[in-house]
């Protein structure tokens, strides 16, 4: 003790006790600070996830007469927000209104789908114009929250038996409809869309200028890549060559996953996967496409097999 009484170590103490307990507040700061850095992280992935696209194809058009609101129902669950609905003249205009008031009070966006192989000959280029005009006409009469957002075509002339022998024919009556189709759904404002395969960037236009996929790209609205495979990487892998070419373009690709049994092969389709699975290597697309300006989100193939599967 110091002849004054007090202990001269105090002064000290008392300036270790006070850098400790700020300490103790600058780690408490800190891990707050880290703690909002994560929040803030995990809440942009959400955001940036939440504004992709969710889409899935219902080619079964009918079973909207009965179960509009089951499908959904489902489909909000199951984070769709985009739905491909085939147009059958069985449905009546009626049954499509009903459908898309619910779908789009859900906040999910319908386009009209429909093609076959067959449309890509020059013979049937009228069935694909009357198609968008019947889309056109359809939105005309119809109610604001009634209306397609869309138009989405599935014309794959690569199924045709005369395709190995007949290619460059094919091609060239394909884009000639194509053309015909795009124009008549511009001049009625529709939103156009297409299916292609994964392999496009490999098919040359037929005046050698260039690729299909190029020209599609520059086309079209958006894209739906089918990449049809059994795991996120070789999706993805499949899926990367339209990406890049479409990031230099500046158009969205969304990606097509396959849940339905295929006679092609098993690694073409998660059939016979678990869900579980499935929604994992799901989740890694987005990631892995993510990477790419122009990945828009993925679509599951199609809404039928995907409910039996849940239900």
Known sequence: ??????????????RMGRLRRFARGSRGVLVMLLLCCCVAVLFSLRSADTDRTKATWLW?????????????????????????LQISARVEQTNYREFIRKANE???????????????????????????????????????????????????????????????????????????????????????????PFW?????????NGNVSSWMLEQFDSLTIMAYRDNSDSIY???????????????????????????????????????DYFE???RDVKELGASHSSFAGAAVHHLRIWYDRVN
């Not at 909000?76 to 491909?84: A, C, M, S």
């Open 1 to 14: 003790m110091s002849k004054s009484g007090t202990n001269p170590m105090r002064p000290r103490n008392s």
């Open 60 to 84: 079964d058009t009918e079973w909207i007469r009965d179960s509009g609101e089951d499908i959904v129902s489902f489909c909000r669950t199951n984070g769709v927000n985009l739905i491909y």
């Open 106 to 196: 859900a906040g999910i966006d319908v386009h009209a789908l429909n093609g076959a192989p067959e449309w890509a000959k020059e013979r049937h280029e009228e069935e694909g114009k009357s198609f968008i005009r019947w889309v056109s006409d359809y939105n005309r009469q119809a109610a604001e929250g009634e209306r397609f957002a869309g138009v989405h075509l599935d014309v794959e002339p690569y199924l045709l038996p005369e395709w190995k022998q007949d290619e460059a024919s094919l091609v060239h009556s394909w884009l000639d409809n194509m053309e015909s189709w795009l124009e008549e759904g511009r001049e009625a404002g529709l939103y156009m869309a297409a299916d292609v």
């Open 200 to 208: 496009l960037p490999r098919l040359d236009m037929p005046t050698g």
């Open 237 to 275: 892998e499949s899926s990367k060559k339209l990406l890049s070419q479409a990031d230099e373009l500046g158009k969205p690709i969304v990606i097509g996953l396959e849940l339905g049994k295929t006679n092609e092969g098993g690694y073409l389709s998660f059939h016979g996967k678990s869900l």
């Open 280 to 282: 994992d290597h799901l």
